[in-house]
């Protein structure tokens, strides 16, 4: 059974980080592209990063550019989102997807399977 499992979630006060980790079972990550999505309360989903299979590129939301970096350890079957500078706007329900086509995007109809989220709140 393939599965995707988030962890790492908490709460953190502004300017602070955490690192988020996205594990697989039932595949290999490393045949996939990873994108890590997040909802707040009473908005849509949105893409915030992801990682392609081919060649390892990597894609960040402008809001995030320069403070969160995505990241692959194939040994592990895990995907990790570094998060830093945290902000009150980045609080959030955060989920890793897996997309089978392996080319990375920010587009959330682009995956196949989701893990079950993980709570991110900043606040001071």
């Known amino acids: 059974q393939l599965q995707l499992v988030e962890s790492g979630g908490g709460l953190v006060q502004p300017g602070g980080s955490l690192r988020l980790s996205c594990a697989a079972s039932?595949?290999?990550?490393?045949?996939?592209?990873i994108g890590w999505f997040r909802q707040a309360p009473g908005k849509e989903r949105e893409g915030v990063s992801c990682?392609?299979?081919?060649?390892?590129?990597?894609y960040y939301a402008d809001s995030v550019k320069g403070r969160f970096t995505i990241s692959r350890d194939n040994a592990k079957n895990t995907v990790y989102l570094q998060m830093n500078s945290l902000k009150p706007e980045d609080t959030a329900v955060y989920y890793c997807?897996?997309?089978?086509?392996?080319?990375?995007?920010?587009?959330?109809?682009?995956?196949?399977?989701w893990g079950q989220g993980t709570q991110v709140t900043v606040s001071s």
């Open positions: 997807a897996a997309d089978g086509y392996g080319l990375g995007s920010l587009s959330t109809g682009m995956y196949d399977y």
């Open positions: 039932g595949f290999t990550l490393d045949t996939y592209a």
């Open positions: 990682i392609s299979s081919s060649d390892g590129s990597t």
